[in-house]
């Protein structure tokens, strides 16, 4: 049996789909961070982002133009690698509906590869194409552990539900509260330490992802609420 690889083009919308092998049916994640990648080079071409990122984990050895990497829950297809960075490009539609045209040198990004056939789905079903951004509102200490409050648009609210999944910033996380204006989650240690989520300051805008079974459970039901 041939080893699966991660293979993917992207779209115009900025978002994966595979095009090379025809024994994967789409590009998914599972919102379990694998590593957290640190801007080298941020270059503005017209209306795009080119990026150059430092993993701090991954080998960019191991990785191959063409395939797929969750930044910050955006998928992104690398166009290029090297001894020490990977390079992505970031075009308006995702520069408009993600927070990756704020990045920055220096500025750090959390990484996922794409899943492989076989490989365990240790979050939840993650498709890269962000829903939208919120934004911090608070942050409390509850024991170990480190709550956060998002506030999102209604649009998105309408998919989150108490005990359901959500992505933020490409971090597979449970809802523990939902109210009208907002959401919170709480970060185990682990999470805090290995992703970028324990260093959000308030009003800082992260990307999310609702759970894709809900918008689909909506359309099969003709869109009502």
């Given at each position: 049996?041939?080893?699966p690889?991660?293979?993917s083009?992207?779209?115009?919308r900025?978002?994966?789909?595979?095009?090379?092998?025809?024994?994967?049916?789409?590009i998914?994640?599972?919102?379990?961070?694998?590593?957290?990648?640190?801007?080298a080079?941020?270059?503005?071409?017209?209306d795009?982002?080119?990026?150059?990122?430092?993993?701090?984990?991954?080998?960019?050895?191991?990785l191959?133009?063409?395939?797929?990497?969750?930044?910050?829950?955006?998928?992104?297809?690398?166009?290029e690698?090297?001894?020490?960075?990977f390079?992505?490009?970031?075009?308006?539609?995702t520069l408009?509906?993600?927070?990756?045209?704020?990045?920055r040198?220096?500025s750090?990004?959390?990484?996922?590869?794409a899943?492989?056939?076989?490989?365990?789905?240790?979050?939840?079903w993650?498709t890269?194409?962000?829903?939208?951004?919120g934004?911090?509102?608070a942050?409390?200490?509850?024991g170990a552990?480190?709550v956060?409050v998002?506030?999102?648009a209604?649009?998105?609210?309408?998919?989150?539900?108490e005990?359901?999944?959500?992505a933020?910033?490409g971090?597979s996380?449970?809802?523990?509260a939902?109210?009208?204006?907002s959401?919170?989650v709480?970060?185990i240690?682990?999470?805090r330490?290995?992703?970028?989520?324990?260093a959000?300051?308030?009003?800082e805008?992260?990307?999310?992802?609702?759970?894709?079974?809900?918008?689909?459970?909506e359309?099969?039901?003709?869109?009502?609420p």
């Open positions: 049996m041939r080893e690889h991660r293979w083009v992207a779209s115009p900025g978002r994966c789909n595979v095009g090379v092998r025809p024994w994967y049916t789409d998914v994640f599972t919102g379990l961070v694998e590593d957290v990648g640190t801007v080079r941020a270059d503005r071409r017209s795009a982002l080119v990026l150059a990122i430092r993993p701090h984990r991954l080998p960019p050895g191991e191959v133009a063409g395939e797929s990497i969750c930044h910050d829950g955006a998928c992104l297809t690398v166009t690698t090297g001894r020490e960075t390079g992505v490009l970031a075009g308006a539609e408009a509906r993600t927070t990756l045209g704020g990045l040198t220096g750090r990004v959390n990484l996922e590869r899943l492989r056939v076989g490989d365990r789905l240790g979050g939840h993650v890269g194409h962000i829903d939208g951004t934004e911090l509102a942050r409390r200490d509850l552990n480190l956060l998002v506030r999102a209604p649009a998105l609210l309408r998919y989150i539900v005990k359901g999944s959500i933020i910033a971090v996380l449970t809802v523990n939902v109210d009208a204006e959401f919170a709480a970060i240690p682990h999470t330490e290995h992703t970028t989520l324990g959000l300051a308030i009003g805008r992260v990307n999310l992802e609702v759970d894709i079974l809900a918008k689909h459970v359309k099969l039901m003709g869109g009502r």
